[in-house]
T-cell receptor, first 117, second 114 residues
Framework: GAGVSQSPRYKVAKRGQDVALRCDPI?????LFWYQQALGQGPEFLTY????????KSGLPSDRFFAERPEGSVSTLKIQRTQKEDSAVYLC???????????????FGPGTRLTVT | AQSVTQLDSHVSVSEGTPVLLRCNYS??????LFWYVQHPNKGLQLLLK??????LVKGINGFEAEFKKSETSFHLTKPSAHMSDAAEYFC????????????FGKGTRLHILP
């Protein structure tokens, strides 16, 4: 069956460019999460959607980061005026259970590796 | 505050020998604990989870972990390593009964020697 997919898988951007990263969650999953994984580190929470509502964006590192999920399915993470420190793997995960307090499994996509030069 | 520490960044074992990946946590509330595995170019996959039931948790691919509250540990073990176990492993903590996000450890890379 189809899992979580992300595109592009790899993205190289010059510093100052805007990028958009896409996540297609598992159909019917209510919750959607974005994480940032720097090299050699574990994933760190960025933001959380329940359907189309962005209920938590406390992990977004700056106002250059923006996420949306307008129809409650596909989500886009946008980074404006990219900086070298934005280089990381961006992971998307979804779950059929609503809420951040998730003890049910989150299903992760393969990630988008962003390199800012 | 909650945190999770994976004590080894790299672990190397020979194929067929036991695996031990160590994880200690800090939590002000009763935690839920997870182990995830990340193979290259693949998404994170849940191995097992502890959510206040039995303290010895069995997961997929022969892995298991034991929750020890007195030691604040949740070490991952497997009796006999396979080459296919080579991957990055993450220990994860979350407060139960709190609407908090999950916290990942920094990961342990498991190398399997032939």
């Amino acid at each position: 069956g189809a899992g979580v997919s992300q595109s592009p898988r790899y993205k190289v951007a010059k510093r100052g460019q805007d990028v958009a990263l896409r996540c297609d969650p598992i159909s019917g999953h209510v919750s959607l999460f974005w994480y940032q994984q720097a090299l050699g580190q574990g994933p760190e929470f960025l933001t959380y959607f329940q359907n189309e509502a962005q209920l938590d964006k406390s992990g977004l590192p700056s106002d250059r980061f923006f996420a949306e999920r307008p129809e409650g399915s596909v989500s886009t993470l946008k980074i404006q005026r990219t900086q070298k420190e934005d280089s990381a793997v961006y992971l998307c995960a979804s779950s059929f259970v609503p809420g951040l307090a998730v003890t049910y499994e989150q299903y992760f996509g393969p990630g988008t590796r962003l390199t800012v030069t | 505050a909650q945190s999770v520490t994976q004590l080894d960044s790299h672990v190397s074992v020979s194929e067929g020998t036991p695996v031990l990946l160590r994880c200690n946590y800090s939590s002000s509330y009763s935690p839920s604990l997870f182990w995830y595995v990340q193979h290259p170019n693949k998404g994170l996959q849940l191995l097992l989870k502890y959510t206040s039931a039995a303290t010895l948790v069995k997961g997929i691919n022969g892995f298991e972990a034991e929750f020890k509250k007195s030691e604040t540990s949740f070490h991952l073990t497997k009796p006999s390593a396979h080459m296919s176990d080579a991957a990055e492993y993450f220990c994860v903590v979350r407060h139960r009964n709190r609407d908090d996000k999950i916290i990942f450890g920094k990961g342990t890379r498991l190398h399997i020697l032939p």
